[in-house]
């Protein structure tokens, strides 16, 4: 590392302040995501208190908890009291309604982000580059969807009712374990090309006792050919993956694969979150920083709203809907049909 500056501010000036901050919400976002995956965040919803530390807990440290709690308290997101007991802080409702974010950051993409420097380099973008936990990943994203994605899907999904349904990209099955709770006679297949998401989908599946109405299969969208499983499915959704369709070309060519692999399809929901196009400020919302990085870092094409719509009229399929979302920001849900004659 190199500097041109000549005079570095007085350490009183910058070792308090904005970039202190920076340095200090960068561990507060680590110990939230450790927070929930540990269970203290859902203990504090519920509950409304804990002990400071492990509470007698001796399958974990108490120092470890101790200093997530310290780290919350700096947040603001609980608050120590005496300490002995912990509490929920000002920020704390949001920062547990953000909590799917933050763990789809930090659990499932922190490694990616660690390495940036080191898969920038043109030449070691080749092959398997990077690493991301995908069951995280799959984990984040279900909590994502729940404040508004879902609610929006009971409604879409309501009429015509669902008789069997595809989940593509399914991640964690929750999608589809809902979609069955809505629709008592429906069944699901769901298609993921990680085998840690098709795990944990067949986990949740197992313990929703569906295994006789959902089939979970690891499988590239991108590639899908027609199968017994697919022949009557009557509706595909897509949550949080559509970007993986892109670039253009390859989204249009997986939009029309996907008429010949669901023969009987009368609807297919794409739900998304596009590219912005301005410059990141003030009022950049949650998660927008993360997503555009992350998929840079991984190569991966991100379409903007404008350029869903250019592909869908070459695809086969007609934009019926669209729906916006506000969580996650800058998301869509896409509503299509089979265009007649194609
Ligand atoms: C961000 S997660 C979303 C999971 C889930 N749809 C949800 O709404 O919670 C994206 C999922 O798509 C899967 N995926 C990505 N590319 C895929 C592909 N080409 N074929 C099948 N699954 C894919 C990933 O493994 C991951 O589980």
Redesign the pocket.
């Known amino acids: 590392m190199s500097s041109s500056r000549t005079a570095a501010p007085e350490p009183a000036e910058w070792t308090r302040g904005p970039v202190a901050d920076l340095f200090s919400s960068y561990v507060a976002t680590a110990a939230l995501s450790a927070a929930e995956q540990l269970g203290i965040l859902d203990q504090l919803a519920e509950h409304g208190e804990a002990p400071f530390g492990n509470g007698g807990d001796e399958r974990l440290d108490d120092g470890v908890i101790r200093s997530i709690h310290r780290t919350l308290h700096w947040a603001n997101v609980v608050e120590v009291k005496n300490d002995e007991l912990v509490i929920p802080g000002a920020l704390f409702d949001a920062a547990y309604a953000a909590r799917g974010y933050i763990y789809w950051l930090v659990k499932g993409c922190g490694e990616l982000f660690s390495t940036a420097p080191d898969v920038t380099s043109t030449k070691r973008r080749t092959g398997t580059f990077y690493h991301r936990d995908?069951r995280a990943?799959?984990l984040g994203?279900?909590l994502i969807?729940e404040e508004e994605v879902e609610p929006l899907f009971d409604r879409v999904l309501a009429d015509p009712p669902v008789e069997k349904v595809a989940d593509?990209?399914?991640?964690?099955g929750?999608?589809l374990i809902r979609i069955l709770g809505n629709h008592p006679g429906a069944r699901g297949v769901g298609?993921?090309?990680?085998h840690a998401?098709v795990q944990l989908a067949t986990e949740s599946v197992d313990e929703a006792g569906l295994t006789d109405r959902i089939t979970v299969l690891q499988?590239?969208?991108?590639a899908l050919e027609p199968r017994p499983e697919f022949a009557d499915v009557d509706t595909v959704t897509c949550?949080?993956?559509g970007h993986?369709f892109w670039p253009h070309d390859s989204c249009v060519r997986t939009l029309r694969r996907l008429r010949t692999a669901f023969p009987s399809a009368r609807r297919l929901f794409i739900c998304d979150v596009v590219r912005t196009t301005e410059l990141p400020g003030r009022d950049t919302t949650i998660f927008t920083l993360g997503f555009e990085a992350v998929h840079a870092l991984m190569g991966d094409y991100l379409p903007t709203y404008e350029q869903w719509h250019e592909a869908f009229e070459e695809s086969g399929w007609e934009c019926r809907s669209v729906q916006p979302s506000t969580a996650p920001p800058n998301g869509y849900l896409f509503e299509l049909t089979p265009r007649t004659g194609e």
Not at 168 to 172: E, M, V
Not at 191 to 194: L, R
Not at 219 to 222: S, T
């Open positions: 995908m990943v799959a994203s279900r969807g593509l990209g399914c991640g964690s929750q999608r298609v993921d090309i990680s998401s499988g590239d969208v991108l949550v949080f993956m993986d």
